[in-house]
């Protein structure tokens, strides 16, 4: 019966370490006492904080908030639609904890199906104002921006010359040149998109991306693309988020990041509790941890932000050539709500590129 | 009935019970739960959404048989050039298929555009021309390359079960090389060949990755339903999509049902044994598999070539200098990540293993007609694209009575069950290979079912339980679509971190962990394989005969 033996031996295990697994999940977590203290000094030992989050890139500060708090982090990387898309599907439980990075529209979306937990930080004074939900349900940490990334070799070859503001896109000479990422997949682009048009006004602002479209072929279908296809030199300008990534890859590969001379679109990142997170104390605790100007600086570095980019007065972050009075007016308050009507007129627009 | 009858009996049932409960709630409820949804919850009609998106069907499966025939073209021409190949040489080229298994599509595709795309070293730097890349031609480039690595392996796994004998024979009434290749080898292979041309057409329409680097503005259904759920958060749509995907695949099933019988015997690339002598290279044919052959593995030694300097280099100013950024950078991605990839591996292929060995078990031995039904169920995670079988978990098990969505039990039972269905293939190549005679024996003796199992049945199964298992534990280290709509923080997997990076372009990082995930598989093979051939040499001194209690 030895060989029997050893394979119930082996299921016992197996289903022991599934068990112990499964269940470590939820019973770590459990709430702390709810005293109104400085909770960044509290510990948290023993308890966990599920993140889900834009990048793998924060885990530094993460592991800095461990360090102080005894709360171990776990970040799964996803992007902002998939978040919503995941607690559309499964609404017994939510995605994780704290929901840190990503796209305002998906952060409004999550308020408005009541998705996520309020809370306004002690130090959310902090925070301009214009930054943060008014009712609570999240605040930024920062903003992405959009610009152009140019390979200048490409342009010589063909006689074109550097585009310097969005208007230039328009110019029938840069037919085929221009790649963009499709705007449901890319949050930035969204942001671009919605930016020009509230710029503009709505009919100046179709008219505008309806121009824009005839210069392109095909919309790349990772935020990355335009990025890496203007790299590879199979475009000559690419329409990208402009942080310390995009100018670090322009000088690994030869490339120039451009500011458009006729505003700069931009859009907040957000961060947020999910409603009835068992972790719910520890988020909270690191939204104030964030909050921290020394931590803020930390962020920043993190993030690859401009100092101009940054969202709390007085902390500083990198200087990449960004000046705020180039930032462009937008309406925020429709960001969220008006996803679904650009989105579908944009796909109408642009057919099946 | 004695004692140790009725406790033998209550196991068999027990055992025979929790192998149906298991597959029954863990594949078929899945399946049911998101058919139920996409058909019937609110929303698009899949009527409509067919007349609405035809094209998109139409790409997917013109796609899919393109890339199903020129990949079918290049695995049996590297599989018929093996037959001319010393055993040396064909240990060395199995050992790179199997490495190549792993095959990331970014790699292939960026590797693809700097050569070929519209500033591409050999279309436009050396023949003055400006091509556009993107597109079907693309797509199908990648796929063909990714999949024939599978498919060779498969073939060659059949190649390796023809009798030295027969070739023998075959040559000494004097046929030519030709002659042994069309009428000895390729009707052998013909049962193989069915299987990897079902293989690469439901691998391609499931591919939801490569369309998306290299597709340009032409959309497949596969891409468009993983782009429904992260963009838009439509699952609906993402159910009908998929179902629309599940219909030419299980027409593909059919078709493998009527030939079920004779592929049997296909391993899942890691077969043993011994081919006879290499043939004599005269005539047509080795020519012209010598040239694929060569034009294949140039491609896949480029692809992965590109892996390793991606994952050794950084660039500056356009130049590549040597560095171990990547592997530095790859650090805060990974985490406890690779621990634990290599434990749900390892869980999935024994646990996937066993329960096909037992479905095997209980359908071939015991001739039980209710197990040869749940091992057809059993089947549908390997015909069916695996981000349906992904959110039919999320429909299944978000609600009660068994709400494990968010737990790493919902991640590791999706891995362990989505193997099940090639694992019951191998399992039943070896349980085959038990002549019925010794389970007649054990019974003759006075045995117990508990006596079968334990002295006849696992012992003799053993090679064949071995490499199921390896061939689970690789296909787990691999697997994305099935678990990327699962996982929860602190459940990723190497995998998932690899496609995530390759989303955001951090193509150094994605090097650093695809050469990971692939030296994890050879060192895992290593082992495999020097425990079957330690048992081997045991078995040489041992006496042969089983042991009975």
């Given at each position: 019966m030895k060989t029997i033996r050893k394979i119930g031996l082996l299921l016992v295990l197996f289903l022991g370490i599934i068990l112990v697994t499964a269940c470590g999940n939820g019973s770590k977590q459990s709430n702390s006492d709810n005293?109104?203290?400085?909770?960044?000094?509290?510990e948290f030992k023993g308890q966990t904080m599920n993140v889900v989050a834009?990048?793998?890139?924060?885990q530094p500060l993460f592991d800095k908030f461990s360090k102080q708090t005894g709360a171990k982090v776990k970040v799964l990387s996803m992007s902002s639609g998939e978040v919503l898309a995941r607690m559309k599907a499964d609404k017994?439980?939510?995605?994780?904890d704290l929901w840190f990075g990503g796209g305002l529209d998906a952060f409004e979306q999550a308020k408005t199906d009541h998705q996520l937990e309020k809370y306004q930080s002690?130090?959310?004074?902090?925070?301009?104002?214009?930054?943060?939900d008014k009712d609570g349900y999240w605040l930024s940490k920062g903003l992405t921006v959009g610009g152009f990334v140019v390979n200048k070799k490409v342009l010589k070859e063909k006689n074109l010359p550097v585009p310097k503001?969005?208007?230039?896109?328009?110019?029938?000479?840069?037919k085929g040149e221009i790649i963009m990422s499709d705007p449901s997949v890319s949050g930035t682009m969204y942001a671009i998109v919605k930016a020009i048009i509230d710029e503009k006004g709505e009919k100046a602002g179709w008219e505008y991306w309806n121009k824009v479209n005839k210069n392109i072929s095909f919309y790349g279908k990772r935020g990355k693309d335009p990025q890496e296809k203007t790299a590879s030199g199979e475009f000559g300008i690419g329409v990208i988020p402009v942080d310390k990534m995009a100018f670090d890859a322009a000088k690994q590969n030869d490339l120039t990041v451009v500011y458009p001379k006729d505003g700069i679109p931009w859009v907040p990142e957000g961060v947020a509790v999910f409603k009835n997170a068992p972790g719910k104390k520890v988020a909270e605790a690191f939204i104030d941890f964030m909050l921290e100007p020394k931590n803020m600086k930390e962020l920043t570095k993190l993030d690859g932000k401009d100092t101009d980019q940054v969202?709390?007065?007085?902390v500083k972050g990198l200087?990449?050539?960004?000046?705020?009075?180039?930032?462009m007016k937008e309406n925020l308050s429709s960001f969220g709500s008006d996803r679904t009507a650009v989105l579908n007129k944009w796909s109408d627009m642009v057919g099946d590129k | 009935m004695s004692k140790k009858h009725l406790g033998s009996f209550i196991i068999d049932k027990f055992v025979y019970l929790i192998i149906t409960l298991s597959i029954l709630i863990f594949i078929l409820y899945p399946y049911l739960s998101i058919f139920v949804q996409s058909l019937s919850?609110?929303?698009?009609?899949i009527t409509d959404f067919w007349s609405e998106n035809f094209v998109l069907t139409q790409h997917s499966v013109v796609v899919a048989l393109i890339t199903m025939v020129l990949s079918l073209i290049f695995s049996v021409a590297v599989t018929i050039n093996f037959a001319f190949l010393s055993k040396q040489k064909q240990k060395i080229l199995r050992l790179f298929l199997l490495v190549t298994m792993?095959?990331?599509?970014f790699v292939t595709s960026l590797a693809y555009i700097t050569l070929f795309?519209?500033?591409?070293?050999?279309?436009?730097?050396?023949?003055q021309l400006t091509i556009n890349p993107y597109g079907p031609q693309g797509i199908i480039l990648m796929q063909t390359l990714s999949f024939t690595s599978l498919n060779a392996l498969v073939l060659i796994g059949l190649l390796k079960k023809i009798e030295p004998s027969m070739i023998n024979s075959a040559r000494s009434l004097g046929a030519k090389t030709d002659a042994i290749i069309k009428d000895v080898i390729f009707p052998l292979l013909r049962p193989g060949i069915v299987v990897v041309t079902l293989i690469s057409f439901i691998r391609s329409l499931a591919d939801f990755q490569t369309s998306t680097i290299i597709g340009g503005s032409f959309k497949m259904l596969a891409s468009e339903g993983y782009f429904a759920v992260?963009?838009?958060?439509d699952i609906h749509r993402a159910a009908l999509i998929n179902l629309t995907l599940a219909i030419p695949a299980l027409i593909g099933f059919f078709l493998y049902i009527k030939y079920d019988r004779d592929i049997?015997?296909?391993?899942?690339?890691?077969a043993s044994g011994e081919l006879g002598i290499p043939l004599s290279k005269?005539?047509?044919?080795f020519p012209i598999t010598a040239v694929l052959s060569l034009l294949f593995y140039l491609a896949l030694l480029l692809q992965y070539g590109s892996i390793i300097i991606n994952a050794i280099t950084v660039k500056n100013m356009g130049h590549f200098q040597l560095s171990w950024q990547p592997l530095i950078a790859s650090k805060i991605y990974l985490n406890d990540t690779i621990f634990r990839t290599i434990i749900y591996s390892i869980i999935a292929g024994l646990l996937g293993s066993l329960i096909s060995l037992f479905i095997i078990y209980y359908g071939q031995?015991?001739?039980?007609k209710w197990m040869r039904l749940i091992e057809m169920i059993g089947t549908f995670p390997y015909i069916l694209p695996g981000t349906f079988f992904g959110l039919g978990y999320l429909y299944a098990f978000s609600?009660?009575?068994?709400?494990?969505?968010?737990?790493t039990a919902i991640v590791v039972i999706n891995v362990i069950f989505k193997q099940v269905a090639f694992a019951t293939k191998a399992a039943k190549a070896s349980v085959n290979q038990v002549h019925p005679i010794y389970f007649q024996t054990v019974h003759d003796l006075g045995g117990t079912v508990l006596n079968e199992w334990n002295d006849v049945f696992f012992p003799m199964t053993k090679q064949g339980f071995a490499l199921t298992f390896l061939n689970g534990f690789i296909s787990t280290m691999t697997t994305i679509g099935s678990i990327i709509f699962l996982v929860h923080?602190?459940?990723?997997?190497m995998t998932l971190v690899m496609f995530d990076v390759v989303q955001r372009g951090e193509y150094q990082v994605a090097a650093v962990i695809a050469c990971m995930i692939i030296l994890i598989c050879v060192i895992m093979a290593g082992i495999v394989f020097l425990l079957i051939h330690l048992s081997e040499r045991s078995k040489k001194h041992v006496s042969l005969s089983p042991r009975l209690n």
């Open positions: 005293s109104n203290k400085q909770k960044t000094t509290k834009t990048s793998d890139a924060y017994s439980k939510p995605m994780a002690n130090s959310i004074d902090k925070i301009n104002s214009k930054y943060r503001t969005w208007n230039d896109l328009t110019k029938s000479k840069y969202i709390m007065p007085g200087d990449l050539g960004l000046n705020k009075k180039d930032l | 919850e609110t929303g698009q009609k792993v095959s990331p599509p795309g519209r500033r591409g070293m050999i279309t436009h730097d050396l023949l992260i963009s838009f958060g049997s015997s296909v391993h899942h690339g890691t005269k005539g047509f044919i031995v015991r001739n039980s609600k009660p009575p068994l709400a494990i969505t968010g737990t923080p602190g459940q990723n997997l």
